[in-house]
């Protein structure tokens, strides 16, 4: 008999083999924690299950390695054929996933749609799952899946006609889904939706900067709208994420970039996890990940996030990162400078934020005015046609150097400004001085003009590119309140 168990980040197959010509009457596996008490776990499942459902199975022998207590019913239904209470043959090419519980129900396991797919590779066809993971394992192509709500219902299907099975289509998404929020839902804030555009076109960290009630929130929202269309492999990619944390997102039946927010007060091992794998960042793959209140944060997350950074691309889960951020500790400024009972010197040790290594691009945000809301009645860019900019300039980027501008290194910005002329070059000595932009500030102003030009579709950076990507560094954004 034969299961297949998740173990690591990309998914392992483990044999568990189940025989009653054992001398001692026994169950063999692999080890999947050392650490744990599976076995025990696992074995007390499978006797109880069998209790409960009147199987005559015997279940004492010999553990040779301890198993996981995710491999019960597949042991279960070992034992039972061992026993000579199935058909063998109705078990060919045949896997069987889920942990039982104590009554014999079959409760729902994460990581299950990376398992799938490893098992469809080795051959297996036909899959007999928990009733909670029946829609995740339909998303699996080239396997039929069997969704059962316990082990009782699984023997009565085995012991039936294969032509009776309640079976479930696979359902492989091939729509893209509509996003929730969309450029045309927001008012005003065009030099935001401006940066946003950059940020997705060139994968830039960006910080919207502004007191409450300015629309950061709405504006993080309407990003995934803008980004490419999904493909195939990518959403593979979303779904085995996903699936460590059963599918929180609700439905996969249509594609989409994924959008997370966590609360700013989420803990290290919440926003990381264990190499990206059942965190709020791994949810976040392929999608925009959006952090609140980024001045909040211990310097250790600012730390780790800057490293997730800098590897999102080779190792890790891949994310578009979108940060909030007040104007100063009490959040009143932008509104009225009476409201602020901030002093100066406080301000500014606010604003030297160590967050600021996290930022290509900084952009103020600004309340709605009843201006603003004229703006519905006239013509204006929609997502749709912003996502088109954006896909052009990313196409560009891969064809001429096989990633985007945020990853490009400083031997290549090097090499980008030795084509500057010489009134760029002094704009740059300019804005590096006045604006006191440190050397990484400088590095990323480069690839923002390099994205805003590629956005306009010019072979050279000009001089207008290089002013626009100065007007959207942290230091110019602040100097600008």
């Known amino acids: 008999m034969t299961t297949y168990i998740y173990s690591g980040s990309m998914g392992q197959l483990h044999k568990i083999e189940v025989s009653a010509k ?26 109880s299950a069998l209790y409960y459902i009147g199987a005559d199975v015997a279940t004492q022998g010999y553990v040779e390695s301890p198993v996981d207590g995710s491999c019960s019913f597949a042991i279960a239904i070992g034992l039972c054929a061992e026993h000579r209470q199935l058909n063998t043959t109705t078990l060919e090419n045949t896997g069987f996933f889920g942990e039982l519980g104590l009554s014999g129900n079959l409760e729902p396991v994460c990581g299950l749609y990376p398992t799938l797919e490893k098992a469809v590779q080795a051959g297996i066809t036909r899959a007999f799952v928990p009733q909670g993971n029946a829609v995740e394992a339909s998303l699996v192509p080239g396997l039929e899946v069997i969704p059962v709500s316990s082990l009782k ?41 401006r940066a946003l555009e950059i940020a997705a076109a060139g994968h830039h960290g960006l910080v919207l900067f502004g007191p409450p009630a300015t629309g950061k929130d709405v504006l993080a929202r309407a990003l995934p709208s803008i980004l490419p269309p999904i493909g195939d492999e990518a959403y593979r990619e979303v779904l085995r994420q996903h699936s460590f944390y059963f599918m929180p997102d609700g439905n996969y039946t249509q594609r989409f970039r994924p959008f997370r927010a966590p609360h700013h007060t989420i803990s290290p091992d919440n ?49 578009l990162p979108l940060f909030g951020m007040g104007m100063c500790p009490c959040g009143n400024t932008g509104f009225s400078p009476h409201n602020c009972a901030c002093l100066p010197v406080v301000k500014t040790k606010f604003l030297a934020t160590k967050a600021r290594a996290l930022f290509s691009l900084a952009v103020r945000t600004y309340p709605a005015t009843p201006h603003d809301h004229e703006e519905v009645a006239r013509p204006r860019d929609t997502s749709r046609e912003v996502q088109a900019r954006v896909q052009a300039a990313i196409e560009l980027q891969l064809a001429q150097q096989s990633k985007q501008n945020a990853f490009l290194t400083e031997q290549e910005v090097v090499k980008i400004e030795e084509g500057f002329t010489p009134e760029m070059s002094k704009l740059l000595d300019y ?38 990507a100065i007007s959207f560094s942290f230091q110019s954004c602040n100097a600008s309140k």
Not at 24 to 41: C, V
Not at 175 to 181: F, I, K, R, Y
């Open 431 to 468: 804005a590096t001085g006045n604006l006191q932009l440190r050397g990484y500030e400088v590095g990323n102003v480069v690839r923002v003009a390099r994205t805003i030009a590629d956005l306009a579709k010019a072979q050279f950076i000009r001089e207008i590119h290089l002013a626009e």
């Open 22 to 47: 054992d001398p001692a009457q026994g169950l063999r596996g692999l080890r999947i924690n050392p650490f744990s008490r599976g076995t025990d776990k696992a074995i007390t499942k499978i006797k």
């Open 271 to 319: 926003l990381f996890g264990e190499g990206g794998r059942g965190s709020e960042l791994g949810l976040a793959h392929q999608g925009v990940i959006y952090l609140d209140s980024i001045e909040l944060q211990k310097d250790s997350v600012h730390l780790g996030l800057e490293h997730r950074m800098s590897v999102r691309k080779t190792t890790g889960p891949d994310f």
């Open 153 to 193: 219902l699984a023997l009565l299907y085995l012991q039936g006609a294969p032509e009776s099975w309640t079976r479930k289509p696979s359902r492989v998404p091939t729509e893209q889904a509509t996003p929730e929020v969309t450029f045309e839902s927001v008012l005003g804030n065009g030099l935001a939706k």
